[in-house]
């Protein structure tokens, strides 16, 4: 069952159960109003023989009563003996009979006669001689009544007509959208294809469904070509080292190489392209992968960490990494992410610095920037340095993957902070980044 017949239904459903409530509220109102009139007109006739020379006061001599046409009238005296009044005998029940005798309370009740039902009401005469009955036709109540229920029922019916049509047009209306998104979201299953349109007019639920879908296509197909890019810039990076591979190997298959020299700058070639090549697969891994995300923050002391990271450097290179730092700031961090997104600022600034000089890593604040001696970074690719596989023109015979600085700034502005390059004074480059300010516990 599709959610428009759920609609229809439901609103059908509803409207029954509102045109049932208010028929049997309306029937029983009118009922009651109808009966409480007989009622009404049964005491006033009881009254009206209750005076001076009424039944009470009556001697059964076959007089008859003269008052409203449609009453019956008749006296049960002290021995239980009938007397209709106006032609027809009412039926008597032994309460009658003990009321007629003993006296007591008035009764009212329903009773049928050859004539169809009747309210009849026994009142004890004052003399406590007897009672006297006065009974009205209900015929006409339920003639009344009758043609009501048969209203209601057509009501019924009626309203239960325009409410399924109703229900089918504002569930056209409303799954309308609902039925294209269901249309667009099959579409993509079966096609693949991320390029599609998605319906998103509207403000309400079903608006903001669209939109969001809209939105996930969007991310998806983002993903996508960064995925498909990302193989590609892979396969372009991979190129280089593999065919220096290739021809180094070729080269000691030959058996031409007889020079020791010759051969260890062959297997030291060897060793640094494999060295590159195991670097880019783990950076790629670790764009691919992504897991920078699933660390939790702790507090985080900035200045401390870019101590370590410079220490590690210094061990690894052997060059001198100064560290300059104001007093120590706690901030709420990812500390392995930062060490990585600092750590690449740092070898990033030794493998472009050839001057053998010190690499200044300065922490002031929530500032952190790291300056070399090397030959700068031209203005017009400062924009582009933290892209993916980037690589300038200069930097193309240096090693290197292209993926440091776009690691560097995931890592950033996943902590909601931005990357920055500028010149050195004196020559040479420095990048860094400011993260936002967070005092950790």
Do not use: W
């Amino acid at each position: 069952m599709n959610l428009r017949t759920k609609f229809v239904l439901a609103l059908v459903g509803i409207s029954v159960l509102a045109t049932a409530a208010i028929g049997i509220f309306s029937y029983r109102i009118t009922r009651s109003e109808l009966t409480g009139e007989v009622d009404s007109s049964l005491r006033d006739a009881v009254l009206q023989l209750q005076r001076p020379g009424g039944a009470d006061r009556f001697v059964p001599s076959g007089r008859s009563f003269r008052g409203r046409s449609d009453v019956m009238v008749q006296v049960l005296d002290g021995a239980g003996d009938v007397f209709p009044l106006t032609g027809a005998q009412l039926p008597i029940s032994d309460a009658d009979r003990e009321l007629a005798t003993g006296g007591g309370d008035a009764l009212v009740r329903d009773v049928a006669t050859d004539g169809g039902p009747v309210r009849m009401i026994t009142v004890p005469l004052r003399n406590g001689s007897g009672a006297v009955q006065v009974a009205r036709s209900l015929v006409e109540t339920d003639q009344v009544l009758s043609g009501l229920r048969r209203r209601i029922v057509i009501a019924s019916v009626v309203v239960v007509g325009v409410a399924a049509a109703l229900g089918m047009l504002l569930a056209r209306g409303l799954t309308r959208r609902l039925v294209r998104l269901t249309g667009v979201a099959e579409q993509v299953r079966s096609t693949r294809s991320l390029d599609v349109e998605v319906p998103v007019a509207g403000r309400d639920e079903t608006g903001r469904l669209g939109a969001a879908f809209q939105d996930m296509l969007s991310s998806l197909a983002r993903s996508r070509d960064d995925q498909q890019r990302l193989v590609q810039d892979v396969g372009h990076e991979l190129r280089t080292p593999l065919t220096s591979l290739r021809t180094n190997v070729f080269t000691l298959r030959r058996g031409d190489v007889v020079d020791p020299a010759v051969r260890d700058r062959v297997l030291d070639d060897i060793d640094s392209e494999t060295q590159e090549l195991a670097r880019l697969v783990d950076e790629v891994v670790e764009v691919a992968t992504d897991r920078r995300g699933d660390e939790p923050e702790v507090p985080v002391d900035l200045g401390d960490l870019v101590e370590r990271v410079a220490e590690r450097a210094r061990q690894r290179s052997g060059r001198p990494v100064v560290v300059h730092r104001d007093t120590a700031l706690v901030l709420d961090g990812r500390p392995i992410a930062l060490e990585r997104a600092v750590g690449n600022l740092v070898e990033n600034a030794l493998k472009f610095d050839d001057t053998g000089g010190p690499i200044d890593v300065t922490c002031e604040g929530t500032r952190v920037e790291v300056a070399d001696r090397g030959p700068g970074i031209p203005p017009d690719e400062r924009a582009l340095v933290f892209e993916r596989f980037h690589r300038s023109d200069t930097a193309r015979s240096r090693p290197g993957s292209g993926l440091g600085l776009s690691i560097v700034r995931e890592i950033v502005e996943r902590h909601g902070g931005r990357v920055f390059v500028a010149d050195r004074a004196g020559g040479g480059a420095i990048v860094g980044f400011v993260l936002p300010s967070s005092t950790g516990g």
